[in-house]
């Protein structure tokens, strides 16, 4: 895994890609910080991280998109897949190496707190909380555009799936309040989701009588708890999707408090891209 990872790193920082990344996020927060923290006098910089959030779901696609990608189109990933190395240490060296690039500007930044308390006070412990809650919601990020890089060969399709996944969780929590959260409305949206499923499950195995099956006992049993109890309905599609707001989940870090729901759910979401990414591999492997 190290081998893997240094040539990352190396890669990363003999290219524009990692460059590029880098100045980018710092020139940005650093257009914020003078703006809101120093001409305005807005002492608490959390509140410029969490303005340059949706730009770095821009920068996120173009440091993860060739990752994966780029190995499939060259056939170098051949390489890799014969080397003494466990796909789990390929996929590990290469996450570590995008959160250590992301890391380097991270370290930048700490540095604009203390510029800003020569100015006035500023709460160091709320500020590092938050930073620390960006830094973990960004590597979940990263995890999400390695995944989304070891399932196809363009770089381009990659860098756009990636985004529009980071910015549907973006935009969820807008989305969830345009759906009733009546328990019949909820219902309904289950009997819908149930039927997709189904029609999934028919274009993964190609048969009618397993897609069949799990269609009849999706709708019945969604039937069946609506009549015993349907108040469990009440907002269930809103507590689904919250799931999905990745960024819900920096709000507590943002008022600086230490919040440790939050640092297991970010870390749940890097483990499960990472775990989806090394399946991905191994599939493309063995097939």
């Not at 991270?106 to 800003?116: C, D, K, N, T």
């Not at 799931?243 to 759910?265: A, E, M, P, R, T």
Request: hydrophobic residues 55%; contains cysteine; proline residues 2%.
């Amino acid at each position: 895994m190290a081998a893997i990872y240094k040539k990352e790193v190396r890669g990363f920082l003999t290219s524009m890609i990692g460059y590029v990344f880098m100045a980018f996020l710092l020139v940005v927060t650093g257009i914020y910080f003078t703006y809101y923290n120093l001409s305005v006098g807005w002492p608490k910089f959390a509140y410029v991280l969490s303005c340059i959030l949706f730009v770095f779901m821009i920068a996120v696609p173009i440091l993860t998109m060739r990752v994966l990608s780029e190995e499939q189109k060259q056939k170098t990933d051949q390489m890799l897949l014969t080397a003494p190395v466990s796909v789990t240490e390929i996929v590990m060296g290469k996450f570590f190496a995008l959160a250590t690039i992301f890391l380097i500007p991270m370290l930048i930044m700490a540095l604009y707190p203390l510029i800003l308390s020569q100015f006035g006070t500023v709460y160091f412990s709320e500020t590092y909380t938050a930073m620390f809650g960006f830094f973990l919601m960004g590597c979940s990020f990263l995890a999400i555009g390695l995944f989304v890089s070891s399932v196809t060969e363009s770089q381009v399709i990659a860098a756009v799936l990636t985004f529009l996944l980071l910015f549907v969780s973006y935009v969820i929590s807008g989305i969830s309040s345009l759906l009733p959260d009546t328990a019949f409305g909820s219902f309904l949206i289950v009997l819908v989701l149930i039927a997709l499923a189904a029609v999934l499950v028919y274009n993964t195995l190609k048969s009618t009588l397993v897609s069949m099956l799990c269609l009849i006992a999706g709708e019945a049993a969604a039937v069946i708890v609506y009549v015993i109890n349907s108040t469990l309905y009440e907002g269930l599609i809103q507590d689904v999707l919250t799931v999905f707001d990745l960024s819900d989940h920096f709000s507590n870090f943002y008022s600086g408090i230490f919040d440790v729901n939050g640092i297991v759910y970010y870390l749940s979401v890097i483990g499960l891209f990472l775990y989806l990414t090394v399946e991905t591999i191994q599939k493309r492997r063995w097939s």
